[in-house]
């Protein structure tokens, strides 16, 4: 059997996850080369931990990316960030058809699972409008970004760093090339407000913006209803960024009062309620705050951002189906209702089976960090705690969030494995490596006479 009929046999969820495997894995590759970093070379588990950090959009890093590479380096991570960011599969489709060639059907399955909520017959158009979308809104963050930076820095630097950190916002990966990530910059207005709207956007998933430009384009000539996809996106969202950005001012109200400037303290809760979600960046040191902040950060962590998007989590829809299936559990209503749709049963028995799996992956990486690690346990944990600390940085690997205490570089070389295998299944998705490992639907079995048991 030929590898192209390998290729053509297998199962979309299969392939996806294999591209973007052989990605990390050019990636690693090519950060290894002595001239991708300033001191000539670097771990084998550093560079497949940087280039799978890189690929997932995630941020978290075991070596600073501003000093450790260079430009050569930041360029290749850069790179990996953009491919991770739109999806290995999208950026193949759209190579394809700039090559006059035809796209399989296989191929248009996984584009159809990877970016549609409902199936559609223009999904080369949906492709086409993710691609352009994507390079303006970060060129447009680049521009604005350069304006900020070129008060700082020359004009070519100062381009060169927008650019960067632009993909990196749109993208969701959270990397920086600064040592204190962005927490020299908690009172820019401009620099707070473009990364912030640069995250949001590309967080909220390209279903979402290709229904939103539908909508726009069409409810000039007829009356057309967003889908029960894009409200339950936006409504989230807003409420999860709304709330997290209270609830942080509340829990750090006394760092807030001593905060230099009103413009700080404002910008301060906002920013970290909409990047700890997916994002990564900070404006502020994570490993000062309350354990209280901690946690509700950390539940933002494992929520994430949205399907079809550039983040991980359990997504943002995936909460809002629970909430309105406990509701609709507690008012006795048979059905589970959105926005006056009812949703089909089996979309809410995957909603629940992927937050049950998701709490397991989690808690066993964390129990194999624990268990494994406990030199790199006592090393830059501070006052919060192994436990709390390790929690921490795993969720923020499973959500593809970035955001950390400061034990990643401190852990030893099997839990920095742990860590990439983590992050691994929060970008391609739960639900992907269920179906790879056990299959589709049942198909066999034997079904017994049925019993009640107590439970609750």
Known sequence: ?????????????????????LVILLGTLLLELPFSTASGGIRLVDAAFTATSAVCVTGLTVVDTGTSFTLFGQAVILVLIQIGGLGVMTISMALFRWLGRNISIRHRMIMQDLLAHTPRGD?????????????????????LLTIHW???????????SALFHSVSAFCNAGFALFPDNMMRYGDSLLLNATICGLIVVGGIGFPVL????????????????LSIHTKAVLGTTATLIVGGALMFALLEREALEAAPSLQHRILAPLFQSITCRTAGFNTVDIGTLTDATLAMMIFLMFVGASPGSCGGGIKTTTL??????????????RRVNMFKKSVPADTVTRSVSLVLIS??????????????????????IGSH???????????????????????????????????????????????TFSYIIVGGAPTKGVEYSEENLMIG
């Open 1 to 21: 059997m030929t590898l192209r009929t390998r290729i053509l046999k297998m199962h979309p969820a299969a392939l996806v996850l294999t591209s973007f495997l």
């Open 123 to 143: 999904i080369v158009s949906l492709v086409k409008s993710v691609i352009w979308f994507t390079l303006a809104a970060e060129l447009l963050g680049a521009l």
């Open 150 to 160: 070129s008060r700082e820095f020359p004009l070519i630097p100062a381009a060169g």
């Open 210 to 225: 290709y229904d939103l430009q539908s909508w726009i384009a069409a409810r000039k000539v007829k009356r057309v209803r």
């Open 320 to 333: 809002a189906l629970l909430t309105a299936f406990t509701w609709s559990r507690i008012m006795r209503h």
């Open 359 to 380: 709490i397991g992956i989690i808690a066993t990486v964390l129990f194999l960090i624990l268990l494994g690690d406990p030199a790199g346990n006592r090393t830059g």
């Open 385 to 431: 705690g192994a436990f709390l600390t390790c929690l921490f940085e795993t969720v923020s690997a499973f959500g593809t969030v970035g955001l950390s205490m400061g034990v990643t570089p401190n852990l030893g070389d099997w839990s920095k494995w742990w860590i990439i295998a983590t992050m691994i299944i929060g970008r391609v998705g739960v639900l």
